[in-house]
């Protein structure tokens, strides 16, 4: 729960502390002080699309802190962490968990969770497990049928999420086999042009049957070839200063003088000398031999060598042409082998897939079925709750009804949900989208958090004027009903209805005051005699009139009798 949220230079409040804190709390003040902004900057802090106009007249950047009592441990503890952050662990199980979000002129948010800068996202996240908010956009958007399901869903709890995963596995497993199915059919002809062109392909590599590097190596044999009288000479010419094979003097003939004459010497440097002379002659024989051996290749290799040579380097260049290099060629021919094995066997998976269709179709209606079951179970059961809430919201003659029809499948099931009421005997029910008023549809979201509050529980509601369009007894009772739902978790409301107010634990004030250039609103707790004026104010738009605050005091004792009623009874 939030214990405390301190709002700076957000629309037209300055610096103001909201102590929060357990059970029922009230917000109220005049048309213009920054009700609002309460609400939004709960938003900022939740995550919500930062606008740089809501930042004060004046300021640099706008800020929203807030400190919330948590669980030490689960899964909102769990993804601070995983963030970066932490909790301060209290005691007895509780933590403080800080949250700060700043918002500058120039359009720049910036999100803190547990003393870490985090992205916006881990605010939203943080918020499905902290907090739900409704504003009258809600009952507005209460009229689609998908928040209709979504409401259903949650009261059904477990049962209803674990049979939806099972149903969206079901269902994402019969579309890509559809996908799948739909591509090969569809494509069928260009697939069978594809083949057909890897075939040729394939059948011209493998003709060809290029090595990797072969063609770098017949370019160096080709030049070779084509400079074979230059290159003759120049390793005769060496090879005959090496080892002079008609007699005159060479340079393994000298070698071999130099090493005799060093060895005949008596000294062992000179002895030492001689062996190297050795080692020089058998290096010098060697290449003598190397040079021979080139000679003779160059001797044997005749002019049709180049010609087959040069022939084979223009079909390896056709291949070039066509893939770029051999490299590339002889991984197309791995790569185009298999795609063609892929392609060949287009008929068989064709056969394959359309049993794996009638297999996945089968577990996709089983899992359809199953999660419409227990949903029809659940409308039921909400539809009975919300009508008995609702007779206790001054609509004792409506009656609702939650109708599950079959449509067709997505992503969420085969289910349309209608949430429908009749708001007197005799009357036929109809979608709260056409039927009901907005003092009606207030109160039937208030009913199904109520309902929902006990199977599906949030630790923070936030109403942002909830009470749109209620008066007289009926404000009594929404005010009597959100009491009761403070009984289970922590309840914020923006109001502008002093019997609603009546009922809270907690009442803060916006309070607005201006120098006559600037308007700057704070908030503070009000109790005893301060209280009793807001109230008036509210009864009557005049905080000082007797008749007004005899009404307020009246309401307040009505307030703490059903709050100490319910204290009894717990």
Same mark, same amino acid.
């Given at each position: 729960?939030?214990?405390?949220?301190?709002?700076?230079?957000?629309?037209?409040?300055?610096?103001?502390?909201?102590?929060?804190?357990?059970?029922?709390?009230?917000?109220?003040? @005049?048309?213009?002080?920054?009700?609002?902004?309460?609400?939004?900057?709960?938003?900022?802090?939740?995550?919500?699309?930062?606008?740089? &106009?809501?930042?004060?007249?004046?300021?640099?950047?706008? &800020?929203?802190?807030?400190?919330?009592?948590?669980?030490?441990?689960?899964?909102?503890?769990?993804?601070?962490?995983?963030?970066?952050?932490?909790?301060?662990?209290?005691?007895?199980?509780?933590?403080?968990? %800080?949250?700060?979000?700043?918002?500058?002129?120039?359009?720049?948010?910036?999100?803190?969770?547990?003393?870490?800068?985090?992205?916006?996202?881990? %605010?939203?996240?943080?918020?499905?497990?902290?907090?739900?908010?409704?504003?009258?956009?809600?009952?507005?958007?209460?009229?689609?049928?998908?928040?209709?399901?979504?409401?259903?869903?949650?009261?059904?709890?477990?049962?209803?999420?674990?049979? %939806?995963?099972?149903?969206?596995?079901?269902?994402?497993?019969?579309?890509?086999?559809?996908?799948?199915?739909?591509?090969?059919?569809?494509?069928?002809?260009?697939?069978?042009?594809?083949?057909?062109?890897?075939?040729?392909?394939?059948?011209?590599?493998?003709?060809?049957?290029?090595?990797?590097?072969?063609?770098? @190596?017949?370019?160096?044999?080709?030049?070779?070839?084509?400079?074979? @009288?230059?290159?003759?000479?120049?390793?005769?010419?060496?090879?005959?200063?090496?080892?002079?094979?008609?007699?005159?003097?060479?340079?393994?003939?000298?070698?071999?003088?130099?090493?005799?004459?060093?060895?005949?010497?008596?000294?062992?440097?000179?002895?030492?000398?001689?062996?190297?002379?050795?080692?020089?002659?058998?290096?010098?024989?060697?290449?003598?031999?190397?040079?021979?051996?080139?000679?003779?290749?160059?001797?044997?290799?005749?002019?049709?060598?180049?010609?087959? %040579?040069?022939?084979?380097?223009?079909?390896?260049?056709?291949?070039?042409?066509?893939?770029? =290099?051999?490299?590339?060629?002889?991984?197309?021919?791995?790569?185009?082998?298999?795609?063609?094995?892929?392609?060949?066997?287009?008929?068989?998976?064709?056969?394959?897939?359309?049993?794996?269709?009638?297999?996945?179709?089968?577990?996709?209606?089983?899992?359809?079925?199953?999660?419409?079951?227990?949903?029809?179970?659940?409308?039921?059961?909400?539809?009975?709750?919300?009508?008995?809430?609702?007779?206790?919201?001054?609509?004792?003659?409506?009656?609702?009804?939650?109708?599950?029809?079959?449509?067709?499948?997505?992503?969420?099931?085969?289910? /349309?949900?209608?949430?429908?009421?009749?708001?007197?005997?005799?009357?036929?029910?109809?979608?709260?989208?056409?039927?009901?008023?907005?003092?009606?549809?207030?109160?039937?979201?208030?009913?199904?958090?109520?309902?929902?509050?006990?199977?599906?529980?949030?630790?923070?509601?936030?109403?942002?004027?909830?009470?749109?369009?209620?008066?007289?007894?009926?404000?009594? @009772?929404?005010?009597?009903?959100?009491?009761?739902?403070?009984?289970?978790?922590?309840?914020?409301?923006?109001?502008?209805?002093?019997?609603?107010?009546?009922?809270?634990?907690?009442?803060?004030?916006?309070?607005?005051?201006?120098?006559?250039?600037?308007? /700057?609103?704070?908030?503070?707790?009000?109790?005893?005699?301060?209280?009793?004026?807001?109230?008036?104010?509210?009864?009557?738009?005049?905080?000082?009139?007797?008749?007004?605050?005899?009404?307020?005091?009246?309401?307040?004792?009505?307030?703490?009798?059903? =709050?100490? =009623?319910?204290?009894?009874?717990?």
């Amino acid at each position: 729960m939030i214990e405390e949220l301190r709002l700076r230079d957000l629309g037209v409040i300055a610096d103001a502390t909201l102590p929060i804190g357990r059970g029922f709390t009230a917000i109220t003040g @005049e048309t213009g002080a920054g009700k609002t902004m309460v609400v939004s900057g709960l938003g900022l802090l939740l995550g919500n699309r930062a606008d740089s &106009s809501a930042v004060r007249a004046g300021a640099a950047q706008a &800020s929203v802190d807030g400190a919330w009592l948590v669980s030490e441990t689960g899964p909102v503890a769990d993804r601070v962490r995983d963030a970066g952050g932490d909790v301060e662990a209290l005691g007895d199980g509780r933590a403080e968990l %800080l949250m700060a979000r700043t918002l500058s002129r120039e359009g720049r948010s910036r999100a803190s969770v547990g003393g870490r800068v985090v992205p916006v996202g881990v %605010l939203s996240e943080l918020a499905d497990q902290l907090v739900v908010v409704h504003g009258q956009s809600d009952q507005l958007r209460l009229r689609s049928s998908s928040a209709q399901r979504d409401a259903l869903d949650r009261f059904a709890g477990e049962v209803v999420t674990e049979a %939806l995963r099972e149903y969206r596995d079901a269902f994402t497993r019969h579309r890509q086999i559809d996908d799948e199915l739909d591509a090969l059919v569809t494509y069928r002809g260009t697939r069978s042009e594809e083949a057909a062109l890897l075939r040729a392909q394939i059948a011209e590599i493998e003709q060809v049957n290029p090595q990797p590097g072969e063609d770098t @190596e017949l370019a160096e044999r080709a030049q070779r070839l084509a400079n074979a @009288e230059e290159l003759r000479i120049s390793a005769a010419t060496a090879h005959a200063m090496l080892a002079n094979e008609d007699g005159s003097p060479d340079v393994v003939t000298i070698l071999a003088e130099v090493r005799r004459t060093l060895e005949r010497a008596d000294d062992p440097i000179l002895t030492e000398a001689g062996a190297a002379a050795a080692d020089l002659g058998y290096r010098a024989t060697d290449l003598a031999a190397t040079l021979a051996g080139y000679l003779a290749d160059l001797d044997d290799a005749a002019p049709a060598e180049l010609a087959a %040579l040069e022939e084979r380097r223009a079909v390896l260049g056709e291949l070039v042409r066509t893939h770029g =290099s051999i490299d590339a060629a002889i991984e197309m021919l791995a790569k185009g082998s298999a795609r063609l094995t892929e392609l060949d066997d287009d008929d068989d998976r064709v056969a394959r897939l359309e049993a794996e269709r009638e297999t996945a179709s089968a577990a996709l209606d089983s899992a359809a079925s199953a999660l419409s079951a227990h949903r029809r179970d659940a409308a039921m059961r909400l539809a009975d709750a919300v009508t008995e809430e609702l007779h206790a919201l001054a609509l004792p003659d409506a009656r609702v009804v939650v109708e599950v029809s079959e449509a067709a499948p997505t992503t969420t099931g085969r289910d /349309e949900v209608a949430l429908l009421l009749a708001p007197h005997p005799g009357a036929d029910p109809r979608p709260v989208a056409r039927s009901a008023s907005g003092g009606e549809l207030s109160r039937v979201m208030l009913a199904i958090e109520v309902v929902i509050a006990g199977t599906d529980p949030v630790p923070t509601f936030v109403f942002d004027e909830v009470d749109a369009g209620i008066g007289g007894a009926a404000a009594i @009772e929404v005010g009597r009903r959100l009491a009761k739902l403070a009984e289970s978790a922590q309840v914020i409301a923006v109001t502008h209805l002093a019997q609603v107010a009546a009922f809270a634990g907690n009442h803060l004030g916006v309070v607005k005051a201006s120098d006559g250039t600037v308007t /700057e609103s704070s908030v503070r707790r009000l109790d005893g005699r301060d209280r009793e004026a807001e109230m008036a104010r509210l009864l009557s738009g005049l905080d000082d009139s007797e008749a007004a605050l005899t009404h307020a005091r009246e309401l307040l004792a009505l307030g703490a009798a059903s =709050s100490s =009623s319910a204290s009894t009874s717990r």
